[in-house]
Every structure is written in structure tokens, then in C-alpha cells.
């Protein structure tokens, strides 16, 4: 069964950095792309980024581009997100998921709010 835990969310001012991670379980993660996403409240999910079975090639959402980095570790079964110069409109739950990600299955995810 397929296990995805998001950690290192939080509350941060504008122009503030966070990095969120997210540790999976289950899969053979270290031949599979992975992706970041986001859901604001109210709106729908929506792609951030996505990083290859290797990390030699990522694709951000045009919104990030430049201000947020994926990257991972195979050993730890671990992909991370590093996100600097964060807006207010950055606010949102964060998750990770296989890429492309399959229907329905999702973790629980983890919050980051930016405060103006």
C-alpha cells in the first residue's frame, strides 16, 4: 500500500522560505517521477512541480518558476520542496504524489500559509 506523509508546513511573512518534504512508502520510489501540488481553499488542485526517477529533470508551474526548487534523495525515499520568496497567494495545502498521479490517492498533505 502506497504511503505518502508531507511534513514542514507552517505559517511564514511574505518574502520568508520553507521547505516541505514528503516520505513515501510502498512504492519503488526510486523509479518513479514525483510531483508537488497544491489546493487553496476554494479552488482546484493544482500541479506545482515534478522531478524525474532520477532528479536530473524537473518542470515547475509557470507561478513558482524561479522562486520554488524540487529536488529528492532515493536512499531516504524522500522528495523535498524548497520554496523561497513565498507570496500570500502561495497560501495553500501542499501534497505530493506520483507523477502523473493516479486517481484518489493522496496523503493527508501540509499547510503553509503566508502571511502578508
Known amino acids: 500500500q502506497v504511503q505518502l506523509v508531507e511534513s514542514g508546513g507552517g505559517l511564514v511573512q511574505a518574502g520568508g522560505s520553507l521547505r516541505v518534504s514528503c516520505a513515501a512508502s510502498?512504492?519503488?520510489?526510486?523509479?518513479?517521477?514525483m510531483g508537488w501540488f497544491r489546493q487553496a481553499p476554494g479552488k482546484e488542485r493544482e500541479f506545482v512541480a515534478r522531478?524525474?526517477?532520477?532528479?536530473?529533470?524537473?518542470y515547475y508551474a509557470d507561478s513558482v518558476k524561479g522562486r520554488f526548487t524540487i529536488s529528492r534523495d532515493n536512499a531516504k525515499n524522500t522528495v523535498y520542496l524548497q520554496m523561497n520568496g513565498l507570496k500570500p497567494e502561495d497560501t495553500a495545502v501542499y501534497y505530493c504524489?506520483?507523477?502523473?498521479?493516479?486517481?484518489?490517492?493522496w496523503g493527508q498533505g501540509t499547510q503553509v500559509t503566508v502571511a502578508s
Open positions: 504524489n506520483r507523477y502523473p498521479p493516479p486517481t484518489g490517492s
Open positions: 510502498g512504492l519503488t520510489f526510486r523509479l518513479i517521477a
Open positions: 522531478i524525474n526517477w532520477s532528479g536530473g529533470s524537473t
